[in-house]
C-alpha cells in the first residue's frame, strides 16, 4: 500500500491564488519530498525537507512537516498558468543497517491553474 | 550521462510475450529504483537497488516480474508472459546513496500489451 496520500486529489484555483495540497503518512520517515509531474512522465524534485524541520521555503513553495500528525503541507503562492501538474509528495525511509533509502509515493494532486 | 536514460520510450508488445525495459541511471548514483504509474494514478513502489543487490522486491507485482542490476549502473526489469493489466509506465530514478538525497527520473516506459 502507499505511504502517502495526497489531499485533495484535484484541485482548480484561479491564476495568481495561492494553492495548497496536503499528504498524509503512516510510518516514521527520514525525510519527505515533493515532486511534479508534468504529462504523465518524468518527475521533477521541488523540495526536500527532513524529519527534524518544520517549514521550508523555496521561491513561491512552502512546505510545511508535523511528524507529529504525520502530515505535510505544500503551499504555491501567486499560482501561474506554468504550474498547472500533479504533485506527488515521497516519503524516505532507510532501513536499518542500509545506506539506501526507500522512496514511497503518494497518490497525487491534479492542480490546474485558470487564466 | 546528463540524466537517467530509458528504453525503449514506448512499447507495445502481444499479450504473453516478455519485454525487458532498460534503464541508465545518472553516472555514479548507487541507488536506482522502479515504479509503475498507470493512468491517472501515483507511483506503485516495484524495487530498488543499492549498488547491485535489492534491499526491497516487495513492490513486485507478481513472479513474472524480476529487475536486475549489473556492474552498479544499468538495470533491466524484465516482465514475462505479459498481461492486459501491465499496461503502464514504467519510471526508473537514481540517486546518490545517502539519508537525504533527490531521486532524479527518467522519462519512462509506455509498455501496452495488446
Known amino acids: 500500500s502507499q505511504q502517502g496520500e495526497e489531499d485533495p486529489q484535484a484541485l482548480s484555483i484561479q491564476e495568481g491564488e495561492n494553492a495548497t495540497m496536503n499528504c498524509s503518512y503512516k510510518?516514521?520517515?527520514?525525510?519527505l519530498q515533493w515532486y511534479r509531474q508534468n504529462s504523465g512522465r518524468g518527475l521533477v524534485h521541488l523540495i526536500l525537507?527532513?524529519?527534524?524541520?518544520r517549514e521550508k521555503h523555496s521561491g513561491r513553495l512552502r512546505v510545511t512537516l508535523d511528524t507529529s500528525k504525520k502530515s505535510s503541507s505544500l503551499l504555491i503562492t501567486a499560482s501561474r498558468a506554468a504550474d498547472t501538474a500533479s504533485y506527488f509528495c515521497?516519503?524516505?525511509?532507510?532501513?536499518?543497517?542500509?545506506?539506501?533509502?526507500?522512496?514511497?509515493f503518494g497518490s497525487g494532486t491534479r492542480l490546474s491553474i485558470r487564466p | 550521462g546528463a540524466g537517467v536514460s530509458q528504453s525503449p520510450s514506448n512499447k507495445v508488445t502481444e499479450k504473453g510475450k516478455d519485454v525487458e525495459l532498460r534503464c541508465d541511471p545518472i553516472?555514479?548514483?548507487?541507488?536506482l529504483y522502479w515504479y509503475r504509474q498507470s493512468l491517472g494514478q501515483g507511483l506503485e513502489f516495484l524495487i530498488y537497488?543499492?549498488?547491485?543487490?535489492?534491499?526491497?522486491k516487495s513492490g513486485l507485482p507478481s513472479d513474472r516480474f524480476s529487475a536486475e542490476r549489473t556492474g552498479g549502473s544499468v538495470s533491466t526489469l524484465t516482465i514475462q508472459r505479459t498481461q492486459q493489466e501491465d499496461s503502464a509506465v514504467y519510471l526508473c530514478?537514481?540517486?546518490?546513496?545517502?539519508?537525504?538525497?533527490?531521486?532524479?527520473f527518467g522519462q519512462g516506459t509506455r509498455l501496452t500489451v495488446v
Open positions: 515521497a516519503t524516505s525511509i532507510i532501513k536499518r543497517y542500509s545506506s539506501a533509502s526507500k522512496i514511497i
Open positions: 510510518t516514521s520517515i527520514n525525510n
Open positions: 537497488f543499492q549498488g547491485n543487490s535489492a534491499p526491497d
Open positions: 530514478a537514481s540517486s546518490v546513496t545517502g539519508e537525504n538525497t533527490e531521486a532524479f
Open positions: 525537507i527532513r524529519s527534524n524541520e
Open positions: 553516472s555514479g548514483h548507487t541507488a
